[in-house]
């Protein structure tokens, strides 16, 4: 065969190669579009137009012109591509995965809440009560143990404890321990408690305020309440459905039995809360499902109480918003001003026999206690929302 008829052979070849991958490529720009990813789609649909660059004779302009289209749509899909790459960049951990080490007692460079004096001090002789907390308690309790207990007590010696709130109240349920401190527990928690036989006993000892958070990068300022519960039942699933972006809304939620979790539910009342993201782990020799923990996107949202991500957290990169209009403030939660409040709360279980147990409350209800919530950053009982 001469050098014409390969050539024929030749771009016959590359017809039907390219005629079998039009359908395809087609049938995939048309999949591309319905997720979402139109300029990626739009490249597919460049392969039919190779077929007339085979046989036409001057195809030079009409390369030319292919190529700048295809180079345009290249350029689009380049910046889609880092746009995602960016949000997928944008992964904040708030878990509650607080440093003990910053705020324990009996150290000088510890953050906690520090008294130049007190009035009621236990010693080594004394039955100390066994107390243990919830995450953004820690410091509050941990101030409570420097400025009471004997410098002797140590973090998990069985008197000093955390265990944070599902396992603390666990313990306080078997009575494992004598005091809890942190927000009250949920309706599993109490019908355990039950089964072992306790009954929790509550003492009031502060206020602080239930917060939703989104990414800084979110234009959402406010939600109110109503949107909020529609978020999370699922009713609202787009950002510009209440203002936003015309972006999806990835709403996060905490464990079962956690602090948070629990005030959500109460929180969310008769409205459903919708099924929480999960992920699968393996390890120990067991498959285990948890909660996806919150992570900063700039779709996504959620929620914790104010002092730890103020206090604790101290993330930039975290944005609390107003609830119905009213910032989670110290000042609008002592006039009563911010509409979702919770109480912070001293458990102990009734017919405890340790009367130090009794005593340590009634100090924290004084104005040494109550000074030590203030400074951390709660609000005392001393105000009445």
Known sequence: MNSDTWKNVVKILFTVAFGFATPMALMLALVLFAFGVPQIGLMLCFIPFVIPAIWIKKRKKYLIVLCSLFLVVAILSGIQLGIWLYRDSITIDVAPNINVNEYLPFREDSKIVKLKSQTFQLSEEDELPRIDGASAAFPVYAAFVHAVYPESVTLDDGVFEYNN????????????????????????????????????????????????????????????????????????????????YDEEIIP???????????????????????????RTIQGMGAVVEEVVDYQSRAGSIGYSFRYYLEGIVQNPE???????????????????LYPIIAPVYAVTYENNPNPNVARLIEWILGTEGQYIIEETGYVGVGTEP
């Open 165 to 244: 709130t599902r396992g603390g109240y666990q313990k306080l349920a078997q009575r494992e321990i004598d005091l809890f401190i942190g927000a009250q527990p949920s309706r599993e928690q109490i019908a355990f408690a039950e089964e072992c036989g306790t009954t929790f006993a509550y003492t009031q000892i502060g206020w602080e305020a239930f917060v939703f958070f989104v990414h800084k990068d979110n234009p959402i300022d406010s939600l109110t309440r109503e949107q909020i519960r529609g978020i999370y039942s699922g009713e609202i699933t787009n950002w510009s459905e209440v203002g936003g």
């Open 252 to 278: 996060f939620q905490r464990d079962a039995g956690s602090g948070s979790q629990s005030m959500m539910i109460r929180f969310m009342g008769s409205t459903p809360l919708m099924e929480a993201e999960t």
């Open 318 to 336: 975290v944005k609390i918003i107003a609830v119905d209009g009213i910032a989670p403030t110290v000042e609008s939660i002592k006039a009563n």
